[in-house]
């Protein structure tokens, strides 16, 4: 009883931050609200025995992308008034579309029932040793190509995004391994009484 | 309704993707909303591999929620990085001009 109460308090809060994060008036708030739901969906997988995937996604999603979103909308100085304005025109289409898929669900609730039970399963291992044994055997080449494709995305941003600047001054490495010690450092007697002269 | 099962989650996920697919559809001209929508739209695929995975006793559901992790992160990299330099062209993020970039 305990899991089914703790179920629908997180999934309300769930539904509730995502409407918020859609009908925010100030993209900030969006974001603000869209933190509190990937929290939410972590409480709802850790509830049902998914501790690592939950972790993760509080980790990835709120310590990184939602985090990445707040820097840019804080950067780019957005007006807000001008980019609600002209919504009514898409209602319908999205009316239907939400209807179709309540139908769907409506479907599903009624006709189609799951009959298994979390209760009964025993776990000879936690979480995460299950999901080890498998994600470094079965899934080793997903596993490396995820990380390619990771890679791809941090090359990608930094290209789009990198200004080039020519009064920038520098390292050229050529010209430092070419020099000798001649063209850096000049030895210079001074007599007596003279001091250095300038050429 | 005494105990969890399969169906809490999926009618959670197809509820938390028809609000994705929602915002989808009425933000058309910010365009961080947008990207904030397939935000939801991959925490709903999200939510039900890894019900999906529990309620079946399969661990594999789990390995490919984090690979869609993975790819969600660098997407969200990637649209940012289109959106910062989009913004740096036009001074604005509405949608609707975004034509224009072919030219």
Do not use: W
Not at chain 1, 106 to 131: A, G, P, W
Not at chain 2, 54 to 65: A, E, K, R, T, W
């Amino acid at each position: 009883m305990f899991l089914v109460g703790s179920f629908f308090l997180f999934a309300a809060f769930l539904i509730t931050t995502c409407i918020f994060v859609i009908f925010s008036k100030n993209p900030v708030n969006s974001v603000l609200f869209l933190v509190l739901a990937f929290l939410n969906s972590t409480f709802l997988f850790i509830l049902i025995g998914a501790e690592f995937v939950g972790i993760i996604l509080a980790i990835v999603y709120i310590g990184a992308v939602a985090i990445l979103f707040l820097f840019v909308v804080m950067m780019l100085d957005i007006q807000i008034t001008t980019l609600m304005y002209n919504i009514k025109k898409y209602v319908p289409l999205a009316l239907l579309f939400a209807g179709i898929i309540l139908a769907e669900i409506i479907y599903l609730t009624v006709f189609k029932t799951s009959k298994v039970n979390i209760d009964t399963f025993i776990r000879s291992k936690n979480n995460t040793e299950q999901i080890g044994d498998v994600l470094y055997t079965k899934y080793f080449i997903d596993f490396q190509l995820s990380g390619i494709v990771l890679l791809l995305a941090m090359i990608g941003a930094i290209v789009l995004t990198h200004v080039y600047r020519p009064t920038i001054k520098r390292q050229n490495i050529d010209s430092q391994n070419s020099t000798t010690a001649k063209d850096r450092v000049q030895l210079v007697k001074i007599k007596p009484g003279e001091g250095i002269k300038d050429d | 309704m005494t105990s969890l099962t399969y169906n809490h989650f999926f009618i959670l996920s197809l509820i938390v993707f028809i609000i994705g697919c929602f915002g989808l559809f009425l933000n058309r001209r910010n365009m961080i909303l947008i990207l904030m929508c397939i935000e939801i739209i991959l925490l709903a695929a999200n939510i039900n591999f890894v019900s999906a995975s529990v309620f079946l006793n399969d661990i594999n559901g789990q390995v490919f929620s984090i690979f869609i992790l993975t790819i969600a992160a660098a997407e969200a990299a990637i649209g940012l990085a289109i959106l910062v330099i989009y913004f740096r062209n036009k001074g604005e993020i509405d949608i609707t001009q975004i034509n224009q970039l072919k030219d």
